[in-house]
């Protein structure tokens, strides 16, 4: 562009957190030009290639600038800054004027505008700190998966909405599991977009309905047609359910240009500066560099000449035994000779078909063999991973082991006396601690990838640099950014903020690599390192990178550990499952299962996943995947939590090796007719129907609730209880908003909206329960937690966001319920309900009376089986799963099912409601436990101590995500229970959508670490299962 | 009676030091904690396992960092403030990182929080020091508050400020009276030369106490970055968290109906009535005599349509109420929640249902204290401020409305 023609032009620059775009528009507000380029932190080198493409910014008449980097060079580009938000509802308003609603998807953050008719009143809104529904979740997941820019722009919407739409790292697991599970990459990047869709909705709108015409901005808007039919869809729902007349949802052409755009119209308008550009809100002292001393240096020489680059052996013999690890990020081959040495492997990305990439490792080491003139000899096969299940009947493995003890075994032929075993692999970070050929106890991360490999791939991505000279340029580096702990997302972000901070990306690297022990010491393991064993060793992928095991070395010898490096770390799993394999097949003594190479790369298979293949045997519907391989005569089934689901065609009835389990006991006695309605008390045959969301405190005091509500003579057919939870109650009622709370706080909303939509419902009833009353003693008090007791205020807040009023009329009646005061019980209830219903106050109190009788009627009853089940397990030398949790943990839709699933795996399971007593003593808590003032919290720290006490018990500890009741005792429980030296299961974080994943394998170690707990310490028959017969040769 | 050091810390600038002056005036060793930094942050969640809130991260690094930086053992003064809210716990996490890093002779000392104890507190010879040492920090902060968006060198200020809060702290020390003590400091930030007059736009903090007063990054050094941003800050002070103690012990207890007897009722108003006359000659003497302590009977007004006041947690009802309050006096263009991470009570509650309670009247914005997420923390921020202040422009130039809460003058400091 000629100088002398910009000079009558206007120049809009907008750097936001991964593009820089410009334009330029002439005097009235054209849109003559525009670049666009993708950043990588490189701010300055963008900068340059849009002033080549469109001409140097100081040519035009005037500059404006915007974006989150932006306005930041303002003074330096001599450009008036514009919040980026305002600059895009400046165009839309000139441009779009019927609009009535913006959202606006970027790399980082998203946002949402409700445009007021008077221009004044725009309420906008952006997200916070979590990049949840933007860009940046998109982003990941399309390079993950190698989406094609022509494949995007033909998707269409399709199946079941089945990703996590909290957290953009959760939706990345999900995908890559469903994908794994059969499910097509069209259904998973549908189920993205409506995940996207929903996560904005609720984070955004917060219970205002945006109002058509609706118009979307944004690159994702502009490149994802899918993401427009999502939104379309949302909105058409929500405008129906909420009174509102459809209208269009549209992305307008150059839709990711707006606030460019907005920034060139302020400058031409000539209007003032209207960004404040704000100090740095936080600083970060760096991080000292990995090779800051000689020591450091030393230590890595050794972890250095630890390492095998490939195999140091020839084949001892011709037998060869076959190791397969089918991970979510990697899949491994390995062929270990008669003595366990590797032989050769193969190693290669995931592409989602765990079939296909078996087979694609298969062929590769079977290359390697025609290149040294020889044919494989497999004597033996053994499989691990992610996709173990699907794999195992493919290649007729001769062991499956769960990738823990896979892990395990390897580690073992490593070091015999390993004490902790610390795999950091491509999506997940486990660490075992080891007691002789067993795992004691083991930690697994959740879905958040912060400590893992793929975060550092992705991250070395996208600094442009290759992953082999990740380790050489963060060594080189003399200090290290401090990257925060937790989140990989918060992470991403911190990224760019260093980059704007003018930290070289070798200081990034060297951040990133240290960021791998941190998270793993100070966010994944709750045990301080001072309470585990000495000797450590490194295994899993993100350890082959020698920087990351360098931070770990440095980490873990300030605390006075042993550290050692498995010679090939990242193929530490599939050389675990080849060593299982051979051992297995020798103890048989029979003729290996493996079905041959030929016959693997051959055969014919079929995956399905669809509404069919959903189980539907109970509420919890797990959507199962059926895999047919010719050869085999039955359908290979997976994904059932129990064995009701595990054939196609299902089966009503459980299998006798199903353990008792009282928590799905709970939760019928819970809302069943304990006790006969009393003679002589009110009657009713009409009245107002009574709505009452199964939610929070309702689980534990609906036998006192519901029987004081018959008793006051309303019929059974007026009471009208919300379904247990399931992921598509939750997603109905989320999308209309409400902050950001726990999992089980989210879901009233969801409870409240199904209720609304009855009808019938003219009452809901939603006590706030200030107080609970509990057997434990000691503690300063039994107050509900905060949220628990709030949710009536914040739910019917959120209802009535948008309109001021609740959606329909209905009577809402939210009285404060503290358990432990009687007259006050009783006057609140009286007071809810006298004038509705009619009643006396007699009425009333006998009413309670019998509620109260139901209550202790439940409680006695849940004790006596609790008893039960306990004595004929001791008999039995066998151990009980406690599962200490909150109550609403019974809904199945918040526990997902973890009991059925420990149930069907054979451990009775009862929940700490149903534990007997006790003494007087055994119920009184002590010393700093006694602050205690959540009934929650006292509940748990008393049923920790007493399965720390009881040989034959062992905890299943379960949190939702965010739960900070559960946060403060974390340490406490983790002390107790570690005491007891007895496996536990720790299932934190638990969230709206099931953790396929890693829930498998955390059930299948723990069960195995408690078979080898009950062989050791419970008295009962010697032919028990003791260790795995293949952890030692 | 134990004669190891009490440790004071949590509280921030300037209140820590004064109240730990205000110890030894009364013979007790006390020193303070140390700076609520990011450094102390670092180190707490190193020690604690992941989830706790940011108070609880502070308040361990910073236990943690003096438990080992040489000095002999001391006594954490703590407070269980946050009652049915997970505050109560930290004793748990304060033990078991005080115990991994092998100190466990480092001692917790507790303040009873119960009526009784309160009560108790109040009528002994030390409860009027201390409480004074705590509303003297009041009159302070709020000063270097106002005076901060006016001032040409906010450094200086800042030094200036930090000269005086040693300079009160060393009267405290020596028994002489707060309110003299004040009065001979009036003047200290006179001789600053101030930026000319010109109007700007009003911004109310609301949140838990740790978050509204704990300086620096356990609160996103928020006054100082709006006062550079050319805004005032208002926030309640510290003796309204007292206020509120009192105002607990006067409504039945949690869970009960049965309401205090009279008698207590009537020594808690006069306690009450106390704080607040005091607070009035202390601010009077430290030349802000117009910084108001809101009623909390008030606060439970306003909110009680919304959150009942029965419900209780941390603040419970005060943030909502003051938020209501900021748009009941007019004077305020923005309501500001600075949400201590995993403040159940603050950001699960109140801020979901503050959006619906403002109704749009008063624009309202929630930022999060992790350290996390800098860039969008920022972008909105500099959204709603630029909001803010055209409002503020927008009513400076309105034909009619008082002028005192229009584009007004800056306030006397």
């Known amino acids: ?1033 | 009676m134990s004669t190891s050091e009490i440790w004071v810390g949590g509280l921030g600038w300037p209140y820590d030091e004064l109240l730990a002056a205000s110890l030894r005036a009364r013979g007790l060793p006390a020193s303070t904690l140390g700076p609520m930094d990011r450094d102390a942050f670092d180190r707490g969640v190193a020690a604690l396992p992941r989830g706790q809130c940011a108070p609880a991260l502070f308040t361990t690094g910073a236990l943690l960092r003096r438990a080992t930086d040489g000095s002999a053992p001391g006594r954490y003064l703590r407070l269980h403030s946050c009652g049915p809210c997970r505050y109560a716990l930290f004793g748990l996490g304060y033990e078991r990182a005080l115990s991994v890093a092998g100190r466990s002779s480092v001692g917790l000392l507790d303040v009873e929080q119960s009526p009784e104890g309160l009560l108790a507190l109040a009528e002994s010879e030390s409860g009027g020091p201390l409480l004074d040492a705590l509303l003297v920090g009041d009159a302070l902060a709020e000063r270097l508050r106002r005076l901060r968006p006016h001032v040409r060198d906010v450094d200086a200020l800042e030094a200036r400020a930090e000269g005086v809060s040693r300079a009160l702290a060393q009267a405290l020390e020596q028994g002489r009276d707060a309110r003299e003590a004040l009065v001979a400091q009036t003047q200290w930030p006179d001789d600053l030369p101030r930026l000319p007059a010109r109007v700007l736009p009003m911004v109310q903090l609301i949140g838990e106490p740790f978050s509204l007063h704990v300086d620096g990054p356990a609160q996103l050094n928020l006054p100082r970055v709006l006062a550079a941003a050319n805004a005032e800050v208002t926030l309640p002070p510290l003796a309204l968290w007292i206020a509120y103690q009192f105002w607990i012990a006067r409504q039945p207890a949690f869970g009960q109906s049965r309401k205090p007897a009279t008698q207590r009722v009537g020594e808690l108003r006069r306690l009450e009535d106390a704080l607040r006359t005091r607070f009035g000659e202390i601010m009077r003497a430290g030349e802000v005599g117009d910084y108001e302590l809101p009623d909390v009977d008030h606060l439970a007004d306003l909110a009680s349509p919304h959150l009942p006041s029965g419900w209780r947690a941390g603040y419970g009802h005060v943030e909502l109420g003051l938020a209501l309050r900021a748009l009941e006096l007019g004077r305020a263009q923005l309501v500001l929640s600075i949400k201590s991470f995993g403040c159940l009570p603050s950001s699960s509650v109140v801020d979901a249902i503050l959006p619906a309670a403002l109704d749009g009247r008063l624009p309202f914005l929630a930022l999060e204290v992790t350290g996390d997420g800098e860039a969008a923390r920022e972008s909105r921020l500099a959204l709603r401020l630029g909001s803010a202040r055209r409002m503020a422009e927008a009513a400076s130039l309105a034909p009619s409305g008082d002028a005192a809460t229009t584009g007004r003058a800056p306030r006397a400091g």
């Open chain 1, 1 to 1033: 562009m000629g100088s002398a023609q910009a000079n009558s032009l206007f120049l809009g620059i907008d750097v936001g957190s991964t593009t820089a775009k410009a334009v330029v528009l002439d005097a009235g507000g054209r849109l003559l030009a525009h670049a666009i380029r993708r950043h990588r932190g490189q701010i300055q080198d963008a900068l340059a290639q849009l002033s080549a493409s469109l001409g140097p910014p100081e040519s035009f008449r005037a500059r404006g600038v915007t974006g989150s980097v932006g306005t930041s060079l303002a003074r330096e580009l001599d450009a008036t800054p514009v919040h980026e938000l305002e600059a895009a509802v400046q165009v839309v308003r000139r441009l779009h004027p019927d609009v009535r609603s913006v959202v606006e998807l970027g790399g980082q953050d998203a946002k949402l505008v409700f445009l007021a008719e008077d221009a004044v009143d725009d309420d906008m809104q952006m997200n916070d700190r979590c990049a949840a529904g933007t860009g940046a979740t998109l982003d990941r997941i399309i390079g993950r998966l190698g989406l094609e820019g022509d494949w995007l722009a033909r998707l269409t919407l399709e199946g079941d909405l089945e990703v996590a739409a909290k957290c953009g790292v959760f939706a990345e697991t999900d995908v890559v599991n469903l994908l794994e599970r059969g499910g097509s990459r069209e259904q998973a990047f549908s189920a993205l977009a409506r995940a996207i869709v929903l996560q904005n909705l609720a984070v955004l709108a917060r219970g205002r309905v945006p109002r058509p015409p609706v118009l979307l901005l944004g690159g994702p808007h502009a490149h994802l047609p899918v993401l427009r039919q999502a939104w379309a869809e949302a909105l058409t729902s929500i405008w129906g359910r909420r009174g509102v007349s459809p209208g269009s949802v549209s992305v307008p052409p150059h839709a990711q240009l707006y606030p460019a755009m907005g920034a060139a119209l302020h400058a031409a308008e000539a209007r003032p500066a209207l960004c404040l550009t704000l100090g740095v809100l936080k600083t970060r002292e760096p991080l000292p560099g990995l090779l800051d001393s000689s020591e450091a240096s030393r230590a890595l020489t050794s972890l250095r000449s630890a390492l095998r680059s490939s195999p140091q052996t020839r084949a001892q013999g011709a037998a060869l035994h076959l190791g397969l690890d089918a991970g979510s990020t990697t899949v491994k081959a390995v062929l270990l000779d008669e003595r366990g040495e590797l032989v050769a492997s193969a190693y290669g990305a995931s592409t989602g078909d765990p079939l296909e990439d078996a087979r694609r490792r298969l062929d590769e080491l079977n290359g390697w063999a025609r290149g040294r003139g020889r044919e494989l000899s497999i004597v033996s096969a053994g499989v691990t991973g992610y996709g173990a299940h699907f794999v195992e009947g493919l290649l007729g493995a001769d062991a499956a082991p769960v990738e823990t003890l896979a892990h395990l075994i390897s580690a073992l032929a490593v070091d015999p006396q390993v004490d902790v075993i610390v795999d950091v692999g491509g999506t997940d970070v486990k660490v075992l601690e080891v007691e002789g050929d067993s795992v004691r106890d083991f930690h697994i991360s959740n879905q958040c990838s912060a400590g893992l490999g793929s975060f550092l791939a992705a991250a070395a991505e996208d600094l442009g640099v290759p992953m082999q000279e990740f380790a050489p340029r963060a060594l080189s580096a003399s200090r290290a950014a401090r990257f925060g702990v937790g989140c990989a997302v918060f992470m991403d972000t911190d990224r760019v903020t260093f980059r704007r901070d003018g930290l070289s990306s070798d200081e990034i690297l060297a951040g990133l690599a240290w960021s791998i022990p941190r998270n793993v010491w100070q966010f994944v393991i709750p045990t301080p390192l001072s309470q585990l064993g000495r000797r450590f060793l490194l295994t899993g992928g993100a350890h082959r990178n020698l920087a990351v095991a360098l931070a770990q070395w440095r980490y873990l010898s300030e605390h006075h550990k042993q550290v050692a490096l498995h010679p090939h770390p990242e193929l530490a799993g599939a050389m675990g499952a080849a060593l299982a394999g051979s051992r297995a097949q020798a103890r048989r003594g029979t003729r290996t299962r493996f079905r041959g190479l030929s016959a693997i790369a051959h055969s014919r298979i079929q995956i399905r996943r669809d509404p069919e293949t959903r189980c539907e045997r109970c509420e919890l519907r797990c959507q199962r995947s059926f895999l047919e391989l010719e050869g085999l005569d039955e359908t290979l089934v997976v994904g059932h939590t129990c064995e009701r689901g595990a054939t196609a065609e299902g089966t009503q009835r459980r299998s006798h090796a199903h353990a008792p389990d009282l928590i799905s006991l709970e939760a019928r006695l819970l809302f069943q007719r304990l006790l006969p309605t009393p003679e002589g008390g009110p009657r009713r045959m009409h009245g107002p129907v009574i709505g009452i969301p199964r939610v929070m405190a309702l689980y534990r005091s609906a036998p006192l609730l519901l029987h004081y509500l018959r008793a006051l003579g309303v019929p059974e057919e007026d009471l009208r209880l919300s379904p247990f939870s399931s992921p598509e109650l939750f997603h109905s009622g989320v999308r209309f908003g409400a902050n950001d709370p726990c999992f089980p706080a989210k879901l009233v909303l969801s409870h409240v909206d199904w209720l609304l939509a009855q009808p019938e419902v003219s009452v809901l009833f939603m006590p706030s329960v200030t107080h609970a009353a509990i057997a434990v003693r000691g503690c300063a008090d039994t107050a509900s937690c905060p949220v628990v007791a709030a949710s009536p205020y914040t739910t019917t807040a959120a209802m009535r966001r948008d309109t001021g009023e609740l959606p329909r009329d209905v009577q809402v009646i939210a009285p404060s319920l503290g358990m432990l005061d009687p007259e006050g019980l009783e006057a609140q209830l009286f007071s809810a309900f006298g004038p509705l219903l009619g009643v006396t106050r007699d009425d009333s109190r006998r009413a309670l009376a019998h509620g109260r009788a139901a209550q202790r009627r439940f409680h006695h009853e849940l004790r006596r089986h609790g008893a039960r089940v306990i004595a004929r397990a001791r008999n039995a030398g066998r151990a009980v799963a406690v599962m200490l949790m909150r109550p609403y943990h019974i809904d199945p839709g918040v526990c997902h099912g973890v009991p059925t699933a420990l149930a069907a795996r054979g451990v009775p399971v009862l929940g700490l409601s149903a534990l007997p007593l006790g003494s007087s003593e055994s119920l009184t808590l002590r010393g700093e436990q006694a602050f205690v003032t959540n009934s929650g919290c006292a509940e748990k720290l008393w049923a920790a101590r007493r399965v720390a006490d009881t040989p034959e018990l062992v905890a299943v500890e379960l949190g939702s995500f965010r739960c900070g009741q559960d946060a403060s005792i974390l340490g406490a429980l983790s002390d107790i229970l570690g005491g007891a030296n007895k496996p536990a299961l720790r299932l934190h974080d638990l969230d709206e959508d099931r953790p396929v994943a890693t829930l498998d394998v955390r059930l299948d170690t723990f069960v195995d670490a408690l078979r080898s707990y009950e062989a050791r310490a419970l008295p009962g028959e010697e032919d028990r299962h003791r260790s795995s017969p293949e952890v030692r040769p």
